[in-house]
Protein backbone atom coordinates (compact mmCIF):
# COMPACT_ATOMS: atom_id res chain seq x y z
CA UNK A 1 0.00 0.00 0.00
CA UNK A 2 1.41 3.52 -0.77
CA UNK A 3 1.94 6.51 1.25
CA UNK A 4 -1.45 7.72 -0.15
CA UNK A 5 -3.47 4.76 0.61
CA UNK A 6 -2.51 4.66 3.81
CA UNK A 7 -4.00 8.59 4.19
CA UNK A 8 -7.32 6.81 3.59
CA UNK A 9 -7.40 4.59 6.63
CA UNK A 10 -7.29 8.07 8.67
CA UNK A 11 -11.11 9.22 6.85
CA UNK A 12 -13.52 6.44 7.87
CA UNK A 13 -16.49 8.04 6.44
CA UNK A 14 -14.74 7.14 3.10
CA UNK A 15 -15.27 3.12 3.56
CA UNK A 16 -19.07 3.50 3.29
CA UNK A 17 -21.17 2.33 0.47
CA UNK A 18 -23.75 4.68 -0.83
CA UNK A 19 -26.54 3.34 -2.60
CA UNK A 20 -25.01 0.14 -2.29
CA UNK A 21 -21.74 1.28 -3.97
CA UNK A 22 -18.10 2.20 -3.12
CA UNK A 23 -18.42 6.04 -1.84
CA UNK A 24 -16.29 7.94 -4.15
CA UNK A 25 -16.45 11.41 -2.39
CA UNK A 26 -15.52 13.95 -5.31
CA UNK A 27 -16.98 17.58 -3.65
CA UNK A 28 -14.28 18.68 -1.89
CA UNK A 29 -14.04 21.58 -3.65
CA UNK A 30 -17.93 22.56 -0.93
CA UNK A 31 -16.32 21.15 1.84
CA UNK A 32 -13.40 18.32 2.66
CA UNK A 33 -13.45 15.01 4.86
CA UNK A 34 -12.20 15.19 8.44
CA UNK A 35 -9.49 12.58 9.59
CA UNK A 36 -9.25 10.82 12.70
CA UNK A 37 -6.66 12.71 14.03
CA UNK A 38 -8.30 16.25 13.96
CA UNK A 39 -11.66 14.33 15.34
CA UNK A 40 -10.00 13.15 18.34
CA UNK A 41 -8.27 16.57 19.20
CA UNK A 42 -11.58 18.27 18.86
CA UNK A 43 -13.06 15.65 21.21
CA UNK A 44 -10.15 15.79 23.21
CA UNK A 45 -10.77 19.52 23.51
CA UNK A 46 -14.18 19.25 24.69
CA UNK A 47 -13.63 16.11 27.27
CA UNK A 48 -10.81 18.04 28.80
CA UNK A 49 -9.74 21.74 28.27
CA UNK A 50 -13.04 22.86 27.08
CA UNK A 51 -13.65 26.93 28.62
CA UNK A 52 -13.84 30.25 26.99
CA UNK A 53 -10.77 32.02 26.13
CA UNK A 54 -9.19 34.98 27.82
CA UNK A 55 -11.62 35.67 30.22
CA UNK A 56 -10.58 33.50 33.26
CA UNK A 57 -7.66 32.64 35.15
CA UNK A 58 -9.11 29.43 36.14
CA UNK A 59 -6.62 26.15 34.10
CA UNK A 60 -9.41 25.40 31.94
CA UNK A 61 -9.33 28.65 31.05
CA UNK A 62 -5.98 29.11 30.50
CA UNK A 63 -5.34 26.02 28.76
CA UNK A 64 -8.16 27.16 26.37
CA UNK A 65 -6.35 30.34 25.65
CA UNK A 66 -3.42 28.80 25.63
CA UNK A 67 -4.16 26.05 22.83
CA UNK A 68 -6.68 29.19 20.76
CA UNK A 69 -3.22 31.12 20.43
CA UNK A 70 -0.70 28.25 19.22
CA UNK A 71 -3.60 27.65 16.69
CA UNK A 72 -2.99 31.13 15.92
CA UNK A 73 0.79 30.90 15.48
CA UNK A 74 0.31 27.81 13.67
CA UNK A 75 -1.98 29.30 10.87
CA UNK A 76 0.91 32.25 10.80
CA UNK A 77 3.46 29.71 9.98
CA UNK A 78 0.88 27.66 7.13
CA UNK A 79 0.78 30.76 5.21
CA UNK A 80 4.17 32.90 6.56
CA UNK A 81 2.15 35.70 7.65
CA UNK A 82 5.08 37.97 9.55
CA UNK A 83 3.36 37.51 13.04
CA UNK A 84 0.22 36.20 14.97
CA UNK A 85 -1.17 39.67 14.89
CA UNK A 86 -2.23 39.83 11.68
CA UNK A 87 -3.63 36.19 11.83
CA UNK A 88 -7.83 37.17 12.58
CA UNK A 89 -9.83 33.97 13.48
CA UNK A 90 -13.24 34.55 11.38
CA UNK A 91 -16.18 31.96 10.29
CA UNK A 92 -14.75 31.36 6.98
CA UNK A 93 -13.80 32.68 3.71
CA UNK A 94 -17.71 34.59 3.29
CA UNK A 95 -17.18 36.27 6.80
CA UNK A 96 -13.74 37.74 5.86
CA UNK A 97 -14.35 38.92 3.06
CA UNK A 98 -17.33 40.64 4.46
CA UNK A 99 -15.23 41.74 7.24
CA UNK A 100 -12.99 43.81 4.96
CA UNK A 101 -15.97 44.44 2.50
CA UNK A 102 -17.72 46.19 5.42
CA UNK A 103 -14.36 48.27 7.07
CA UNK A 104 -11.35 48.97 5.52
CA UNK A 105 -13.98 48.95 2.02
CA UNK A 106 -16.39 51.52 3.75
CA UNK A 107 -13.17 54.03 4.87
CA UNK A 108 -11.38 53.73 1.52
CA UNK A 109 -13.88 53.64 -1.42
CA UNK A 110 -15.45 56.77 -2.45
CA UNK A 111 -17.92 57.91 -5.61
CA UNK A 112 -16.11 57.28 -8.25
CA UNK A 113 -13.20 55.28 -7.38
CA UNK A 114 -12.97 51.51 -8.77
CA UNK A 115 -13.16 48.35 -7.46
CA UNK A 116 -11.44 46.03 -9.53
CA UNK A 117 -12.54 42.03 -9.39
CA UNK A 118 -12.35 39.19 -11.83
CA UNK A 119 -15.11 37.45 -13.89
CA UNK A 120 -14.37 33.89 -11.90
CA UNK A 121 -15.43 35.33 -8.05
CA UNK A 122 -17.43 33.17 -6.28
CA UNK A 123 -20.17 35.23 -4.82
CA UNK A 124 -18.50 35.57 -1.07
CA UNK A 125 -16.13 37.56 -3.14
CA UNK A 126 -18.31 39.09 -5.71
CA UNK A 127 -21.53 40.33 -4.15
CA UNK A 128 -19.63 42.53 -0.93
CA UNK A 129 -17.89 44.30 -3.09
CA UNK A 130 -20.73 44.93 -5.97
CA UNK A 131 -22.88 46.16 -2.61
CA UNK A 132 -20.35 48.25 -1.37
CA UNK A 133 -19.48 50.35 -4.93
CA UNK A 134 -23.51 50.56 -4.98
CA UNK A 135 -23.40 52.27 -1.55
CA UNK A 136 -20.52 53.91 -2.31
CA UNK A 137 -21.26 55.13 -6.02
CA UNK A 138 -17.70 53.68 -6.57
CA UNK A 139 -17.46 51.17 -10.20
CA UNK A 140 -17.23 47.57 -9.93
CA UNK A 141 -15.06 45.86 -13.01
CA UNK A 142 -14.23 42.52 -13.92
CA UNK A 143 -11.26 41.18 -15.23
CA UNK A 144 -11.76 38.56 -18.04
CA UNK A 145 -10.91 35.09 -18.90
CA UNK A 146 -8.24 33.66 -22.02
CA UNK A 147 -9.90 31.68 -24.25
CA UNK A 148 -8.55 28.57 -22.34
CA UNK A 149 -10.41 30.10 -18.79
CA UNK A 150 -7.09 31.23 -17.26
CA UNK A 151 -7.27 34.91 -15.75
CA UNK A 152 -6.40 37.60 -18.21
CA UNK A 153 -3.64 39.55 -16.90
CA UNK A 154 -3.21 41.77 -19.98
CA UNK A 155 -6.90 42.67 -19.34
CA UNK A 156 -6.07 42.90 -15.85
CA UNK A 157 -3.02 45.43 -16.78
CA UNK A 158 -6.20 47.52 -18.39
CA UNK A 159 -8.61 47.04 -16.23
CA UNK A 160 -6.40 48.28 -12.89
CA UNK A 161 -5.75 52.11 -13.13
CA UNK A 162 -4.99 55.01 -10.73
CA UNK A 163 -8.60 54.95 -9.61
CA UNK A 164 -8.51 51.29 -8.46
CA UNK A 165 -8.52 51.63 -4.79
CA UNK A 166 -9.27 47.41 -3.99
CA UNK A 167 -8.75 44.39 -6.44
CA UNK A 168 -10.00 41.15 -5.47
CA UNK A 169 -9.55 38.15 -6.76
CA UNK A 170 -9.73 34.46 -6.27
CA UNK A 171 -6.02 32.36 -6.10
CA UNK A 172 -7.66 29.44 -7.78
CA UNK A 173 -11.16 28.94 -9.02
CA UNK A 174 -14.19 26.65 -7.63
CA UNK A 175 -15.25 26.43 -11.27
CA UNK A 176 -12.61 26.65 -13.61
CA UNK A 177 -9.63 24.04 -11.62
CA UNK A 178 -7.31 27.13 -12.25
CA UNK A 179 -5.18 28.90 -10.34
CA UNK A 180 -4.92 32.35 -10.65
CA UNK A 181 -1.26 34.82 -10.98
CA UNK A 182 -2.43 36.37 -7.61
CA UNK A 183 1.08 37.50 -7.32
CA UNK A 184 1.47 39.50 -10.73
CA UNK A 185 -1.67 41.14 -10.12
CA UNK A 186 -0.79 42.14 -6.89
CA UNK A 187 2.05 43.89 -8.55
CA UNK A 188 -0.07 45.59 -11.04
CA UNK A 189 -2.26 46.84 -8.26
CA UNK A 190 0.65 47.71 -5.86
CA UNK A 191 1.88 49.81 -8.81
CA UNK A 192 -1.55 52.16 -8.91
CA UNK A 193 -1.78 52.25 -4.82
CA UNK A 194 -4.52 49.64 -4.52
CA UNK A 195 -4.67 47.13 -1.71
CA UNK A 196 -5.13 43.32 -3.06
CA UNK A 197 -7.35 40.93 -1.23
CA UNK A 198 -6.92 37.08 -2.24
CA UNK A 199 -9.93 34.67 -2.05
CA UNK A 200 -7.95 31.41 -0.71
CA UNK A 201 -10.92 28.79 0.07
CA UNK A 202 -9.89 26.76 -2.88
CA UNK A 203 -6.08 27.48 -2.63
CA UNK A 204 -5.01 27.01 1.06
CA UNK A 205 -6.16 23.07 1.10
CA UNK A 206 -4.35 22.24 -2.12
CA UNK A 207 -1.14 24.22 -2.88
CA UNK A 208 1.52 26.11 -0.62
CA UNK A 209 0.50 29.63 0.69
CA UNK A 210 2.69 31.99 0.83
CA UNK A 211 1.23 35.55 2.01
CA UNK A 212 4.43 37.64 2.10
CA UNK A 213 5.73 36.43 -1.45
CA UNK A 214 2.52 36.73 -2.79
CA UNK A 215 2.78 40.60 -1.10
CA UNK A 216 -1.03 40.53 -0.45
CA UNK A 217 -2.76 42.86 1.71
CA UNK A 218 -5.67 40.61 2.96
CA UNK A 219 -5.91 36.71 2.85
CA UNK A 220 -9.05 34.89 3.75
CA UNK A 221 -9.88 30.99 3.51
CA UNK A 222 -12.25 28.49 5.31
CA UNK A 223 -11.00 25.59 7.80
CA UNK A 224 -13.88 23.49 6.71
CA UNK A 225 -12.58 22.81 3.07
CA UNK A 226 -8.90 21.72 4.61
CA UNK A 227 -10.30 18.92 6.69
CA UNK A 228 -10.85 21.09 10.19
CA UNK A 229 -14.44 21.60 11.76
CA UNK A 230 -17.13 23.93 10.06
CA UNK A 231 -17.79 27.35 11.58
CA UNK A 232 -13.87 28.69 11.72
CA UNK A 233 -11.74 30.11 9.06
CA UNK A 234 -9.08 32.96 8.71
CA UNK A 235 -8.55 36.83 7.55
CA UNK A 236 -5.28 37.32 7.15
CA UNK A 237 -3.90 41.45 6.78
CA UNK A 238 -1.20 42.90 6.98
CA UNK A 239 -0.71 44.54 10.37
CA UNK A 240 -0.11 48.33 9.32
CA UNK A 241 -3.38 48.17 7.63
CA UNK A 242 -5.48 45.88 10.52
CA UNK A 243 -3.71 48.70 13.22
CA UNK A 244 -5.94 51.68 11.12
CA UNK A 245 -9.65 49.76 10.72
CA UNK A 246 -11.88 50.05 12.15
CA UNK A 247 -14.17 47.30 14.11
CA UNK A 248 -16.24 44.74 12.44
CA UNK A 249 -18.11 44.15 14.78
CA UNK A 250 -18.78 45.28 18.74
CA UNK A 251 -18.92 43.60 21.81
CA UNK A 252 -17.24 41.83 24.55
CA UNK A 253 -13.55 40.39 24.38
CA UNK A 254 -12.87 43.45 21.31
CA UNK A 255 -12.20 46.45 23.93
CA UNK A 256 -9.55 47.47 25.98
CA UNK A 257 -11.41 49.84 27.91
CA UNK A 258 -14.79 50.88 28.05
CA UNK A 259 -16.58 54.31 29.46
CA UNK A 260 -20.34 55.19 29.54
CA UNK A 261 -19.89 57.17 26.05
CA UNK A 262 -16.67 56.21 24.58
CA UNK A 263 -14.60 52.73 23.68
CA UNK A 264 -10.89 52.29 23.17
CA UNK A 265 -10.92 49.44 21.28
CA UNK A 266 -7.87 46.12 21.77
CA UNK A 267 -5.13 45.98 19.32
CA UNK A 268 -5.48 43.53 16.31
CA UNK A 269 -6.38 40.68 16.17
CA UNK A 270 -8.96 40.97 19.32
CA UNK A 271 -10.11 44.22 17.86
CA UNK A 272 -12.23 42.19 15.26
CA UNK A 273 -12.69 38.96 17.40
CA UNK A 274 -15.79 40.15 19.15
CA UNK A 275 -17.51 37.74 21.90
CA UNK A 276 -17.18 34.08 22.38
CA UNK A 277 -14.99 32.39 19.34
CA UNK A 278 -14.94 29.37 17.91
CA UNK A 279 -12.28 28.05 19.95
CA UNK A 280 -12.40 24.34 19.25
CA UNK A 281 -12.79 25.22 15.28
CA UNK A 282 -9.34 27.17 15.80
CA UNK A 283 -7.90 23.66 17.77
CA UNK A 284 -9.28 21.77 14.81
CA UNK A 285 -7.81 23.89 12.03
CA UNK A 286 -4.69 23.81 14.06
CA UNK A 287 -5.22 19.57 13.72
CA UNK A 288 -5.73 20.31 10.05
CA UNK A 289 -2.62 21.78 9.48
CA UNK A 290 -0.41 20.05 11.04
CA UNK A 291 -1.95 16.93 9.10
CA UNK A 292 -0.75 18.81 5.98
CA UNK A 293 2.37 19.95 7.22
CA UNK A 294 3.44 16.36 7.29
CA UNK A 295 2.07 15.08 4.00
CA UNK A 296 3.32 18.40 2.78
CA UNK A 297 1.88 20.74 0.54
CA UNK A 298 3.94 20.53 -2.51
CA UNK A 299 3.21 16.75 -2.57
CA UNK A 300 -0.58 17.23 -1.79
CA UNK A 301 -0.28 19.32 -4.98
CA UNK A 302 1.50 16.74 -7.02
CA UNK A 303 -1.21 14.13 -5.99
CA UNK A 304 -3.84 16.05 -6.95
CA UNK A 305 -2.04 16.86 -10.12
CA UNK A 306 -1.71 13.13 -10.92
CA UNK A 307 -5.51 12.20 -10.45
CA UNK A 308 -6.70 15.50 -13.12
CA UNK A 309 -3.79 14.09 -15.13
CA UNK A 310 -5.77 10.63 -14.72
CA UNK A 311 -9.24 12.27 -15.07
CA UNK A 312 -8.62 14.89 -18.15
CA UNK A 313 -7.61 13.08 -20.92
CA UNK A 314 -10.21 10.08 -20.41
CA UNK A 315 -13.36 12.89 -20.06
CA UNK A 316 -11.87 14.84 -22.61
CA UNK A 317 -11.97 11.57 -24.61
CA UNK A 318 -15.64 11.19 -23.99
CA UNK A 319 -17.90 11.85 -26.84
CA UNK A 320 -20.96 14.42 -25.39
CA UNK A 321 -19.29 15.70 -22.84
CA UNK A 322 -17.57 19.25 -22.23
CA UNK A 323 -15.17 20.28 -20.75
CA UNK A 324 -14.79 23.48 -19.01
CA UNK A 325 -11.45 25.51 -18.19
CA UNK A 326 -8.15 24.52 -19.62
CA UNK A 327 -7.45 21.47 -21.15
CA UNK A 328 -4.12 20.32 -19.69
CA UNK A 329 -3.87 18.81 -16.93
CA UNK A 330 -0.52 21.09 -15.94
CA UNK A 331 -2.89 24.41 -15.97
CA UNK A 332 -5.48 22.66 -13.57
CA UNK A 333 -6.11 22.46 -9.84
CA UNK A 334 -7.98 19.53 -8.37
CA UNK A 335 -11.24 20.88 -10.06
CA UNK A 336 -12.94 19.78 -12.88
CA UNK A 337 -15.80 20.88 -14.37
CA UNK A 338 -18.32 19.65 -17.08
CA UNK A 339 -21.29 18.81 -18.36
CA UNK A 340 -23.14 16.27 -20.48
CA UNK A 341 -24.79 17.14 -23.89
CA UNK A 342 -28.68 17.42 -23.50
CA UNK A 343 -28.77 16.56 -19.60
CA UNK A 344 -29.25 19.30 -16.72
CA UNK A 345 -26.18 18.76 -14.41
CA UNK A 346 -28.50 18.08 -11.27
CA UNK A 347 -30.16 14.96 -13.10
CA UNK A 348 -26.29 13.91 -14.09
CA UNK A 349 -25.22 14.56 -10.17
CA UNK A 350 -28.77 12.21 -9.33
CA UNK A 351 -27.33 9.65 -11.94
CA UNK A 352 -23.75 9.37 -10.40
CA UNK A 353 -24.99 9.33 -6.93
CA UNK A 354 -26.79 6.10 -7.88
CA UNK A 355 -23.15 5.07 -8.30
CA UNK A 356 -22.19 6.10 -5.20
CA UNK A 357 -20.11 9.36 -6.98
CA UNK A 358 -20.32 12.41 -4.78
CA UNK A 359 -20.23 15.35 -7.35
CA UNK A 360 -21.47 18.82 -7.07
CA UNK A 361 -23.98 20.46 -9.88
CA UNK A 362 -25.22 24.02 -10.20
CA UNK A 363 -23.94 27.45 -11.16
CA UNK A 364 -21.46 26.79 -7.69
CA UNK A 365 -22.12 30.51 -6.49
CA UNK A 366 -20.48 32.18 -9.61
CA UNK A 367 -23.51 33.00 -12.02
CA UNK A 368 -21.61 35.76 -13.59
CA UNK A 369 -18.67 32.83 -14.47
CA UNK A 370 -21.67 30.67 -15.72
CA UNK A 371 -23.04 33.31 -18.56
CA UNK A 372 -19.67 33.63 -19.41
CA UNK A 373 -18.92 30.49 -20.28
CA UNK A 374 -22.49 30.08 -21.68
CA UNK A 375 -24.16 28.15 -19.61
CA UNK A 376 -26.33 27.88 -16.70
CA UNK A 377 -24.74 25.22 -14.35
CA UNK A 378 -22.06 22.15 -14.70
CA UNK A 379 -21.07 18.85 -13.23
CA UNK A 380 -18.06 19.75 -10.60
CA UNK A 381 -16.16 17.37 -9.82
CA UNK A 382 -12.83 18.25 -7.29
CA UNK A 383 -10.15 15.96 -5.71
CA UNK A 384 -8.13 15.69 -2.29
CA UNK A 385 -5.78 14.62 -1.15
CA UNK A 386 -7.52 10.60 -0.16
CA UNK A 387 -8.92 10.43 -3.26
CA UNK A 388 -7.42 7.87 -5.91
CA UNK A 389 -7.41 6.31 -9.56
CA UNK A 390 -10.02 4.13 -8.26
CA UNK A 391 -12.50 7.10 -7.65
CA UNK A 392 -11.51 8.56 -11.13
CA UNK A 393 -11.81 5.00 -12.89
CA UNK A 394 -15.50 4.95 -10.62
CA UNK A 395 -16.27 8.85 -12.06
CA UNK A 396 -15.44 8.10 -15.26
CA UNK A 397 -17.51 4.63 -15.26
CA UNK A 398 -20.53 6.55 -13.99
CA UNK A 399 -20.02 9.11 -16.73
CA UNK A 400 -20.52 6.25 -19.12
CA UNK A 401 -23.70 4.58 -17.29
CA UNK A 402 -24.92 7.71 -17.04
CA UNK A 403 -25.20 8.79 -21.18
CA UNK A 404 -25.85 5.38 -21.66
CA UNK A 405 -29.21 5.52 -19.08
CA UNK A 406 -30.48 8.96 -21.23
CA UNK A 407 -29.71 7.40 -24.13
CA UNK A 408 -27.33 10.16 -24.66
CA UNK A 409 -25.93 11.07 -28.35
CA UNK A 410 -28.94 8.24 -29.88
CA UNK A 411 -32.02 10.45 -29.99
N1 LIG B 1 -14.54 31.61 -2.32
C1 LIG B 1 -14.42 30.51 -3.09
C2 LIG B 1 -13.46 30.52 -4.25
C3 LIG B 1 -15.16 29.36 -2.77
O1 LIG B 1 -15.03 28.27 -3.52
C4 LIG B 1 -16.03 29.39 -1.65
C5 LIG B 1 -16.91 28.22 -1.30
C6 LIG B 1 -16.10 30.56 -0.88
C7 LIG B 1 -15.35 31.66 -1.26
C8 LIG B 1 -16.96 30.66 0.34
O2 LIG B 1 -16.46 29.84 1.33
P1 LIG B 1 -17.28 29.63 2.70
O3 LIG B 1 -16.49 28.59 3.43
O4 LIG B 1 -17.33 30.94 3.38
O5 LIG B 1 -18.63 29.14 2.28
N2 LIG B 1 -17.19 27.38 -2.36
C9 LIG B 1 -18.11 26.40 -2.41
C10 LIG B 1 -18.31 25.62 -3.55
O6 LIG B 1 -17.69 25.76 -4.58
N3 LIG B 1 -19.29 24.72 -3.30
O7 LIG B 1 -19.72 24.90 -2.04
C11 LIG B 1 -19.00 25.94 -1.48
Same mark, same amino acid.
Given at each position: ????????????????R? %????????????????????? %?????????? %???????V????M?????????????????????? &?????? &?G??????????????????????????????????????Q?????????????????G?L???????????????????????????????????????????????????????????????????????????M????????????A?????????????????????????????? &??????? %???????????????????????????????????????????????????????????????E????????????????????????????????????????????????????????????? &?????????
Amino acid at each position: MNSWEKVRDDFPILKQRV %NGERLAYLDNAATAQRPTPVL %NDLLHFYQHD %NANVHRGVHTLAMRATEQYETARQTVQHFINAQSP &KEIIFT &KGTTDGLNLIASTYGREHIHAGDEIVISIAEHHSNLVPWQQLAIEKHAVLKYIGLTADGELDLNDAQQKITDKTKIVAVTHASNVLGTATPLKEITSIAHQHGAVVVGDGAQAAPHLAVDVTDLGVDFYAFSGHKMMSAMGIGVLYGRQALLAQMRPYQFGGEMISTVKRQSTIFADPPY &KFEAGTQ %NVAGAISLASAIKYLDQLDMDKVKQHEQQLVKATLPRLLAEDHVTVYGPHDPAKHTGVISFNIEGLHPHDVATALDMEGIAVRAGHHCAEPLMTELGTTATVRASFYLYNNLDDVDQLIHGIQET &KEFFHVGTI
